[in-house]
C-alpha cells in the first residue's frame, strides 16, 4: 500500500470497502465511516465513538478526511445561497443553493474554469485550469450540507444536485460519478437517483458512458434548434452534432424506459428567440421522451448578449407547448449576487490565455 495518506472523501462505497480491505479491515467499516462523514458532518476520526483506537490508529496513518474550504458566502434577496469554495492552487469554484417551498437544489461544480468556451457562458470567460477531484465535487454538497443544517431524517434541506456549476461533468467522469455514487448513497446524502441531475453541453462519448456507469437524470444544454446556430452558440456541436446527440440521448432512455431528457435552451434576444426557432424546436424534439427548460439569459460584464423580453419568452414558450412539449420558464434566482444560471465565475488561474482574451474584447466593445 502507497505510504501517501488517502483522502477518504474521494471513494464511494465500493472505493472505500476496498480501502478498508486493504488495511486488512472488514468492509462494513466503510458504511461506518460514511455515516459519520455525510450523516453527522464528522471528519476527526478522534470523534467516531464506535470505530475502535486500534482502526483510528490506522485511518491516521494511511488516510485524512479532508472537504474543502469555503473563502466566503453570499446571500441574495431571495434567499438563494452562494459559497465560493476554495480550491488548492489559488483556484476557487462557486457553489448555489437555490430554495424553494417544497424543495433545495444545489448547483455543484465539476471543473475550476471550463474548457468549452460556450459564447454567452460567463463561465467560458474565465478559462480552464484543471478538473476538481471527487472530495471537492463531493464536498461542496457537504459544505453546504453543514452551512444550511440539513439532516436526511429531521431537516431535509438538500433536496435535489444539478452538476449545472462551473465545467462540463463529463470532461471529469472519472472524479463525477463517484460524487455522484455518494449523494446517492443510502450511507450519504441518500438522493433518489431522478434527483441528481448532470447537465452536458453534449459530449456525445460521455453521454453513452454515463448511461452504463450511473443511474442519474440527464439535462442537455441545447440554445439552437439547428447546427449552424449552434455551432456559434456551443463550439463542441462543431464535433457532436444535432443528430449524433439527440441519438446519444435516445440512447441514454433505452434502459430508463420512464426517463425524459431536460433541454436546457437560453433565450437570447434577437438570437434564438423567434417563433421559427421555436418551431425548428418544436420539430427536433417532439418524439424525444423530454421537457423544455427555456432559461433567460443572465447578462455579465462584456458580454455581447442581452435577455429577451418577458413577451417574446412567453410567445416562445406558448408555441412549442401548443405542439405538445413540456415547457417551463426558469424563474432567475440569486442574479443581485451573480449566482443565476450562466454567471459563475469562481476564481479561476486561467491556463488557456481565454480570460485574457475576454478582458481584451470587453474593453474593444467598451
Known amino acids: 500500500m502507497s505510504s501517501e495518506r488517502i483522502n477518504l472523501m474521494n471513494l464511494d462505497r465500493t472505493g472505500l470497502e476496498t480501502f478498508f480491505e486493504s488495511i486488512g479491515e472488514k468492509r462494513f467499516r466503510a458504511h461506518q465511516l460514511m455515516k459519520w462523514i455525510y450523516h453527522h458532518g464528522i471528519t476527526d476520526v478522534g470523534a ?27 446571500v441574495s434577496t431571495d434567499g438563494t445561497a452562494k459559497w465560493l469554495v476554495d480550491i488548492s492552487g489559488g483556484n476557487a469554484v462557486e457553489t ?5 417551498p417544497t424543495r433545495g437544489t444545489l448547483c455543484v461544480s465539476s471543473q475550476v474554469g471550463c474548457a468549452l468556451n460556450c459564447t454567452f457562458c460567463s463561465t467560458a470567460t474565465q478559462g480552464f485550469n484543471r478538473n476538481l477531484s471527487t472530495s471537492e465535487v463531493i464536498g461542496q454538497v457537504w459544505l453546504a450540507a453543514q452551512a444550511l443544517g440539513h439532516d436526511a431524517k429531521t431537516n431535509r434541506r438538500l433536496t435535489n444536485v444539478v452538476m449545472m456549476g462551473m465545467g462540463e461533468p463529463l470532461l471529469n467522469f472519472d472524479a463525477v460519478v463517484p460524487a455522484m455514487n455518494l449523494m446517492r448513497d443510502d450511507y450519504a446524502f441518500g438522493l433518489a437517483n431522478k434527483r441528481v441531475t ?46 449524433e446527440l439527440l441519438a446519444a440521448c435516445q440512447r441514454y432512455l433505452v434502459t430508463r424506459p420512464r426517463a425524459s431528457i431536460t433541454f436546457e435552451y437560453t ?12 418551431r425548428a424546436l418544436v420539430k427536433l424534439l417532439r418524439k424525444m421522451p423530454s421537457k423544455l427548460n427555456l432559461i433567460p439569459f443572465n447578462p455579465f460584464p462584456g458580454t455581447r448578449y442581452e435577455r429577451s423580453d418577458e413577451a417574446t419568452i412567453r410567445q416562445f414558450q406558448a408555441i412549442v407547448m401548443e405542439a405538445g412539449l413540456i415547457a417551463t420558464v426558469r424563474r432567475t434566482r440569486g442574479d443581485d449576487i451573480d449566482a443565476a444560471c450562466g454567471q459563475l465565475v469562481g476564481n479561476v488561474l486561467d491556463r488557456t490565455r481565454r480570460s485574457a482574451m475576454a478582458r481584451r474584447d470587453a474593453e474593444m466593445h467598451a
Open 48 to 74: 467516531m465513538t464506535d470505530v475502535g483506537k486500534k482502526l483510528r490508529d490506522k485511518l491516521e496513518t494511511h488516510s485524512e478526511i479532508r472537504p474543502p474550504t469555503v473563502k466566503f458566502q453570499q
Open 96 to 100: 448555489v443553493y437555490i430554495p424553494e
Open 198 to 243: 448532470l447537465s452536458t453541453a453534449g459530449l456525445v462519448p460521455g453521454i453513452d458512458r454515463l448511461s452504463e456507469a450511473c443511474d442519474v437524470s440527464l439535462a442537455v444544454s441545447l440554445h439552437a434548434p439547428n447546427d449552424e446556430l449552434r455551432n456559434t452558440l456551443v463550439p463542441l456541436n462543431k464535433k457532436y452534432p444535432i443528430a
Open 267 to 278: 433565450l437570447m434576444k434577437g438570437i434564438n428567440d423567434k417563433p421559427e426557432h421555436a
